[in-house]
Every structure is written in structure tokens, then in C-alpha cells.
């Protein structure tokens, strides 16, 4: 098994002060930081995936959708926590780019090139995924779930996310949806990633408490 790291949508409008803020949203910086240190010395893939809506879109209320203007492109609000520290390595993907377009799941982000993360966890050689971020019961839960249909394992990283909660326990139901669907779930703590004969070289260790 290779693992690889998703950090799905730690950006400014999904933190306290943004446009649609995740109670908490930056709490889980710190977190990342660190499991992004871990996977970087690993010699690990990483991914970033970023909400980049244009300025129209169904996906808003002033659209007739669900949500209010959040992570428009080039604006301050769409650009990652500015405490996130991403290795020079990671790979950011982009989604909700079209006009009609909701991409809820990191796995529907592309990449400049217009490759789909899916493909490139696979380049990557990777088919065991670890994801973090926000919000747990939105972007979090749809990504680990297609990580699942996509044939790959998925750990949610659970001091790495935070929930929205609309709906008191909605983060709690997301959760067991995930661990439900088949996922695993980890803490810092508890982080022990075995890697595999499929690793790159300089990555035939381990990635745990250090």
C-alpha cells in the first residue's frame, strides 16, 4: 500500500471571518501542518484540492443554490489559511470551476492540466488515501466516500477536519456514513503509515510520531 495525503479546502473563506467559515475552521491547521511534514519526509505525494468558483454560478443563493459567495477565483477569500505551510511538493487541484458545476469531492479537482486528482493518485501510484480538511460533513465526507467507490482505502484524519453542522451532529452522521462505507480513521497520535514496495525511493520508512 502507498499512502497519500488530501487536504481538501483549508481556505480563507472557510475559516473564522470568511464567507461560509466552518466554526473552528482553522483549528485545524496545526494538524495538517504536521501530517504534511510526515508525508513530506516521507517522500509521500501530497494534494491540495481548493474550492475556485467563478463569479456566477448555480452553485450560489444568488444563483438559486445552496450556498452563499465563497472562494471566488483570484479573490482573497478562495486562497488557502495563510498559516497552511504546504510542501513545495504538494499538488493543488482545482473544483467547482464551471458555472454549473457543485464538486463537493476533492476527487472531482483537476489539476492545471486539466487531469482529475483520481488519475493522479494513481500516477502517483497511490491507493491508500488520507484526508483532512474542511468541512467534515460536506467536502471531507463526499472525498473519503469516492476514494471508497474509486476502489481505494480511505483513513479520515479526524483532528484534521472540522464539521459545519447546519443540523446539530451532522459531523457525527458524516463520520459514521465514512467509517460505515468502509474508512478508517486516525489521530497523530495514532498515525503509523507502512509503506509499501510501490514507494519512491527515500520512502521505505515509516511516517509516525517523531
Wanted: net charge negative.
Amino acid at each position: 500500500m502507498r499512502p497519500a495525503l488530501v487536504i481538501v479546502d483549508v481556505q480563507n473563506d472557510f475559516c473564522p471571518g470568511g464567507a461560509l467559515a466552518v466554526p473552528g475552521g482553522d483549528r485545524v491547521v496545526p494538524a495538517i501542518n504536521e501530517y504534511a511534514r510526515r508525508f513530506e519526509a516521507a517522500g509521500l505525494p501530497i494534494f491540495a484540492s481548493r474550492d475556485w468558483h467563478p463569479r456566477e454560478t448555480t452553485h450560489f443563493d444568488s444563483r438559486g443554490g445552496p450556498w452563499p459567495p465563497h472562494c471566488v477565483q483570484g479573490e482573497r477569500g478562495a486562497e488557502f489559511h495563510p498559516d497552511l505551510h504546504l510542501p513545495s511538493a504538494t499538488r493543488v487541484v482545482s473544483k467547482g470551476q464551471g458555472a454549473t458545476e457543485e464538486a463537493y469531492s476533492a476527487l472531482q479537482a483537476r489539476d492545471e492540466s486539466g487531469a482529475p486528482l483520481l488519475d493522479l493518485l494513481r500516477l502517483a501510484g497511490a491507493d491508500d488515501v488520507y484526508v483532512g480538511g474542511l468541512a467534515t460533513d460536506y467536502c471531507v465526507r463526499a472525498t473519503v466516500l469516492d476514494v471508497l467507490r474509486s476502489g481505494m482505502r480511505a483513513t479520515l484524519l479526524v483532528d484534521a477536519s472540522r464539521g459545519v453542522n447546519v443540523r446539530p451532529g451532522d459531523s457525527e452522521e458524516a463520520i459514521a456514513a465514512m467509517v460505515g462505507a468502509g474508512a478508517s480513521v486516525a489521530t497523530l497520535g495514532r498515525l503509523e503509515l507502512e509503506v509499501g514496495k510501490g514507494a519512491t525511493a527515500g520512502a521505505s520508512g515509516t511516517v509516525g510520531d517523531r
